[in-house]
């Protein structure tokens, strides 16, 4: 595999980007932490949202000394500790993050919510934070539980649109009925187009549809994500550590995985047929590899692109998976924040 890009003086792990079309330009906004917490794990808890440029990451531009901190924990604020992974997306009048952080105060201080952070240029060292802060159902583990293999789960939000004019979100996450240690779960959440704008200002609470995969063998589903393939059918992906990895087909690999879900009478996001029991998973990149959290980027062919799980900063993987994009196309709606 090729090299990690590392940063000048930051531990770097998980990423997510946006493409500048025009400018043929990818913006990076990644986790980052001092690297002296590494070695004892407390790192994570440290963590702020850097910004990096890159225009095919053979090579990363990192920036000045303030962009790794362009978004950062508020004392104020519910999102008081530390920023984990989150999703970037294009509005007319500026950009949103999705990001996942937890408040201190409530419960062991692990119980994560989904957050947002709007900026009207993607070069800004400062993002607005919003009050907003979107929840766990009922139906998803809604705190750590005694016994779990893992901490709660409410994290690493992915959206993208459908042609049925609604707006849908993948959330890492654990369903509160299962065998604790093996119910990691994909959430799925939608909205109306038109209910949008309320949404993101807290004004409007997204609809909890059933989790898109609930499979009963992973204790995590970290960073999911979807995609579209060559065959017309659409491609689930998420990465899991091996020791949380207990599916039938996967022989305990861990890594970046996928689940195929076809297509009923169509090639439409209308018409996946989502399989939430299945356990018909897919290694495409094993735990033993290197990588993990990875992102599929279309715009280099699918390929597989996460952080290195050993020394920490980007790594291409060399895999060209050719999936191609979801409609994240969000440049009509205007959101007043």
């Not at 393939?229 to 949380?244: D, I, M, P, Q």
């Not at 039938?248 to 399989?275: K, R, V, W």
């Amino acid at each position: 595999m090729p090299p990690s890009m590392q940063h000048p003086s930051r531990h770097v792990w998980d990423f997510w980007y946006h493409f500048d079309a025009e400018a043929k330009l990818f913006h990076i906004f990644y986790l980052n932490a001092d690297r002296a917490l590494v070695s004892s794990g407390k790192h994570h808890f440290a963590s702020t949202v850097g910004h990096a440029t890159t225009p095919d990451f053979d090579s990363i531009d990192w920036g000045d000394e303030d962009s790794f901190n362009i978004l950062k924990p508020s004392p104020g604020h519910w999102a008081n500790t530390s920023i984990w992974s989150g999703d970037v997306i294009k509005v007319k009048n500026g950009y949103l993050m999705f990001y996942t952080s937890r408040d201190r105060n409530q419960d062991d201080g692990l119980t994560q919510s989904i957050g947002v952070a709007y900026t009207d240029n993607l070069w800004s060292t400062q993002w607005q934070v919003l009050d907003t802060q979107i929840n766990p159902s009922a139906a998803y583990q809604t705190k750590s539980l005694d016994g779990d293999l893992t901490f709660h789960a409410w994290r690493d939000p992915f959206l993208f649109r459908r042609q049925d004019g609604c707006i849908d979100m993948l959330v890492a996450a654990k369903t509160s009925a299962g065998a604790v240690g093996c119910n990691g779960a994909i959430a799925l959440l939608t909205l109306a187009t038109a209910d949008f704008p309320a949404a993101i200002r807290g004004e409007r609470e997204w609809n909890y549809l059933a989790p898109i995969a609930q499979p009963c063998c992973y204790a995590e589903m970290e960073v999911p994500q979807l995609y579209k393939n060559s065959r017309g059918s659409y491609e689930l992906v998420f990465s899991t550590w091996a020791k949380y990895d207990f599916a039938p087909a996967t022989a305990g690999q861990g890594g970046f995985q996928s689940l195929t879900l076809p297509t009923s009478g169509g090639t439409s996001e209308e018409t996946i047929s989502f399989s939430p029991s299945s356990q018909d998973f897919q290694v495409l990149i094993p735990e033993s590899k290197g990588l993990y959290a990875c992102r599929i980027v279309p715009e280099l062919d699918g390929e597989i692109i996460g952080f290195d799980s050993q020394a920490g900063g980007i790594r291409r993987s060399g895999i060209k998976t050719k999936f191609e994009a979801m409609n994240r196309d969000f440049s009509d709606l205007i959101v007043v924040i």
